[in-house]
């Protein structure tokens, strides 16, 4: 079946400094993969998105590139802030073959990035 | 912007209760979503809703769950007896659907922390 793997958090990093957050999937079709961000106490909001291989996707100085060779979709940012302290998802969904576009999740990296 | 609301934020019931958790989609999406997530655990697929039927459901979406959209606003989630284990966040999502199967992003509301004692 399908899922999703990132690594364990939690990444503690100083302020401007480079994050990378990897994600790995196992998918048996083509999927469209996302990233969201989980600020305490709030809800998931999309961070951004890929709908096939090669696609870059970018959103507040974050990017991943969908690598369908190395079936990863890893998260970026050049020079991380403390509002950007949050949980990430990785996810993925498969919008044919009748699904209807549900999500399958990892687990989740907690950021935190200190003054 | 428009967005998903969900009430109550905090529900707390008693073991074997039955709790209805209430979502409002966006206006125009057409397919709607539940999950949940059990703390410090990822977030788990439940349901997801279409054209007024159920369009898949995951092995946790048991006959303990019914989804219902009783007036072409609302979005319900129920839980007919509820357990300990059922305690965790339950988040609502919408979208447009799919084009060329290519999934439309879902919207989720900021969720309804259901503790069951």
């Known amino acids: 079946g399908n899922s999703v793997t990132q690594m364990e958090g939690p990444v503690t990093l100083s302020e401007e400094a480079f994050l990378t957050i990897n994600c790995t999937y196992t998918?048996?079709?083509?999927?469209?993969l996302f990233w969201y961000v989980q600020y305490p106490g709030e809800g998931l909001q999309l961070l951004l998105k890929?709908?096939?291989?090669?696609d870059k996707g970018s959103n507040k100085g974050f990017e991943a590139t969908y690598r369908k060779e190395t079936t990863s979709f890893h998260l970026e940012k050049g020079s991380v802030q403390v509002s950007d302290s949050a949980v990430y998802f990785c996810?993925?969904?498969?919008?044919?073959?009748?699904?209807?576009?549900?999500?399958?999740f990892g687990k989740g990296t907690k950021l935190s990035v200190k003054p | 912007e428009p967005e998903v609301t969900q009430t109550p934020s905090h529900q707390v019931t008693q073991m074997g209760q039955e709790v209805i958790l209430r979502c409002v989609p966006i206006?125009?999406?057409?397919?709607f979503y539940w999950y949940r997530q059990i703390l410090g655990q990822k977030v788990e697929f439940l349901v997801s809703?279409?054209?007024?039927?159920?369009?898949?459901k995951s092995e946790i979406f048991d006959d303990q769950f019914s989804v219902e959209r009783p007036d072409g606003s609302n979005f319900t989630l129920k839980i007919r007896s509820t357990k300990l284990e059922d305690s965790a966040m339950y988040f609502c999502?919408?979208?447009?659907?799919?084009?060329?199967?290519?999934?439309?992003?879902?919207?989720f509301g900021p969720g309804t922390r259901l503790t069951v004692t």
């Open positions: 996810a993925l969904s498969e919008g044919y073959g009748g699904s209807q576009g549900n999500l399958i």
């Open positions: 890929a709908t096939k291989a090669d």
């Open positions: 206006s125009n999406h057409l397919y």
């Open positions: 999502a919408s979208s447009l659907g799919s084009s060329w199967g290519r999934p439309y992003e879902q919207y």
């Open positions: 998918a048996t079709g083509y999927p469209s």
């Open positions: 809703f279409y054209n007024n039927e159920i369009s898949e």
